[in-house]
Structures are given as structure tokens and as C-alpha cells.
């Protein structure tokens, strides 16, 4: 990645006189053929709603989440998430809010890059996970999501739905935990466009 970065920082140095770092412009993840159409550019045409961040959720890697429609969907699921679960001054004489969490529409696609961490920093591309949201009927115990991860190659190391043993070992037993939010943890948001 580190090569990636300064290659592209060199190319655009010699090329305009100038440095201007664009992180998102390179694309370290070679895309599987099966998912090319649906993710051709996706760093670019996507709305970008995080930063690189530490997650814990996702074995101390950083992340990196895109979404090809349906942002507003995330974001207000994240400031739900907040109003609900982040009031540290709670009164246990209050009636609990009543949660308002919407749901994602088909063919909404929430892909997810995932870094080592090194230093406190993002270091080395490793995978793509995403989650696309199909037609009802298709897992109706899983929200209709398919799952999806393959590395840096793009050699697909899962797809299925969440009932699928593996699928449900690696991804869906976690995702289960937040039905209410479409099984989609959006637990933060920052606008990049």
C-alpha cells in the first residue's frame, strides 16, 4: 500500500510540479470478475461515509465504508444510534425512546475495505467485505442480505446468504445483533462529498 501511495504521490509530482495525495484515487483491491460491473470505481462514483477507522468490531483493523446509494439511510441510522444508545445522562424515571431505524433498499450496496493496523495506522490492503441488499425473498431471516469477502487478489473467500454456515461463523452472527438497524453497523459517519 505504502508503494501504492508514494508511486502515485511520485507520478503526480513529476507530472504537474505538485503534490496532491488522494488516498481514495488508487485502488489497492483487484475486483473479482463476477462483482466488476456492480463496483467499477467505486472509490470515486460511491459516497465515502468513514474515514480510515479503527474497529474493533472487525478484528482491530481500519476500515474504510462506501455505499452506492442509500447514505441517508446510514446516516440516520447512525444519529438514531446515537439519540438511543449514547445518552449518558439517562433518568431511570424516563420512558425509554422508542427507536426509529430505517431500512435499506434493494440493491443497496455497503462495501467495506479492511487494513492491518501498524502503528496505529492503516498499513496493508486485505480484504473487501460488503453487504448487498437483494429482492425480498431472498434471506428473509437475514434481512435479505448477501455477504461477500474476497482479498486483495480478488479471490472471493465467501458469498451467501446469512444461514450459510460460514457466512454465519464469520459475518451474520454479529450482524443478527442489530436487526433493528438492518443489520448494518453504522457507528459513524463522516460526509466526504
Known amino acids: ?95 425509554e425512546p422508542v427507536p426509529n431505524f430505517k431500512s435499506y433498499s434493494p440493491g443497496t450496496i455497503v462495501l467495506k475495505e479492511n487494513f492491518s493496523s501498524q502503528s496505529g495506522s492503516p498499513h496493508e490492503a486485505l480484504t473487501i467485505t460488503m453487504m448487498i441488499k437483494r429482492q425480498p425473498g431472498y434471506s428473509p431471516t437475514h434481512g435479505d442480505w448477501e455477504y461477500v469477502q474476497f482479498d486483495k487478489q480478488g479471490k472471493v473467500l465467501l458469498a451467501g446468504k446469512g444461514t450459510d454456515s460460514a457466512i454465519q461463523k464469520v459475518c451474520a452472527s454479529c450482524h443478527e445483533s442489530i436487526k433493528e438497524r438492518d443489520y448494518i453497523f453504522a457507528n459513524f459517519y463522516s460526509k466526504s462529498k
Open 1 to 95: 500500500m505504502k508503494r501504492v501511495l508514494l508511486s502515485l504521490a511520485a507520478g503526480l509530482i513529476a507530472a504537474s510540479g505538485q503534490v496532491i495525495a488522494d488516498p481514495f484515487g488508487v485502488y489497492p483491491f483487484k475486483i473479482p470478475l463476477q462483482y466488476q460491473a456492480e463496483l467499477s470505481d467505486y472509490r470515486t462514483d460511491w459516497t465515502r461515509v468513514t474515514g480510515f477507522e479503527h474497529s474493533g468490531l472487525h478484528w482491530q483493523q481500519f476500515i474504510v465504508v462506501f455505499l452506492n446509494k442509500d447514505v441517508r439511510v446510514y446516516e440516520s441510522n447512525y444519529l438514531e444510534y446515537l439519540r438511543l444508545y449514547q445518552d449518558y445522562d439517562e433518568d431511570e424515571d424516563e420512558e
